[in-house]
């Protein structure tokens, strides 16, 4: 079965400082991969995919995803964090059916302290 | 162009009422989906058009949970009767091929006391 496990519920940084959310997954097959992004009262955005090309992968905002297959991991790194990054990150691996079913990791909430 | 909208933004119910929570998709969208979040856990997909028609509702938790998508536009689902557990973030989302990413909306917020 597929699965995606995001290893902390809650990351705290100092602004400046590098970021690093943690995030495993399970399949049977070598998967895509997302980070999705949602800011208080918004809705999800999409960060970064990983999709069998280049195993880094740069996103927006300064972000960027290494696709680790011995280690079935696809953490999420920024070398420097802003006070604008503070939101709730989510790993999410599409369903193997490949109709857009998404399965999500259980989030990781960032705080960034100035 | 205009995103993914979904009204309203929260929903406060007494339970045993009913409530109907509406996805606009984003125009020309054939994909949308709908997605649930319940306090502590994680997203969880619910179900799946495509145009009018149902291509996978396989997360619909139980039969008081209705979702339509007349005329392969909007969508509304509509709970009846909400019990306790239905309270949290309903997510829509829509993407013009299946394997695309998907453009979430904001969200519905939904409280059943």
């Known amino acids: 079965a597929q699965s995606v496990t995001q290893l902390d519920s809650h990351v705290s940084v100092s602004e400046g400082t590098p970021v690093l959310l943690r995030c495993n997954y399970s399949?049977?097959?070598?998967?895509?991969l997302f980070w999705y992004v949602q800011h208080p009262n918004k809705g999800l955005q999409l960060l970064l995919k990983y999709t069998s090309a280049a195993t880094l992968v740069k996103g927006i905002n300064g972000f960027e995803a290494e696709f680790k297959k011995s280690e079935t991991s696809f953490h999420l790194t920024k070398p420097s964090a802003h006070m604008s990054d503070a939101a709730e990150y989510f790993c999410?691996?599409?369903?193997?059916?490949?109709?857009?079913?998404?399965?999500f990791g259980q989030g990781t909430t960032l705080q960034v302290k100035p | 162009e205009a995103g993914v909208t979904q009204f309203p933004s929260h929903s406060v119910i007494e339970k045993g009422q009913t409530v109907t929570l509406r996805c606009d998709p984003i125009s020309g969208h054939d994909n949308l989906y709908w997605y649930r979040r319940v306090m502590g856990k994680e997203i969880k997909f619910l179900l799946h058009f495509v145009k009018e028609s149902k291509q996978d509702e396989s997360g619909m938790p139980n039969n008081r949970f209705l979702a339509e998508r007349t005329g392969g536009t909007y969508s509304t689902l509509k709970v009846q009767p909400a019990e306790l557990e239905d309270s949290g973030v309903y997510f829509c989302a829509s993407s013009p091929v299946p394997y695309s990413p998907l453009h979430f909306g904001n969200g519905t917020r939904l409280t059943v006391t």
């Open positions: 399949s049977s097959y070598s998967p895509s």
């Open positions: 999410v691996m599409p369903h193997s059916s490949n109709t857009g079913k998404l399965i």
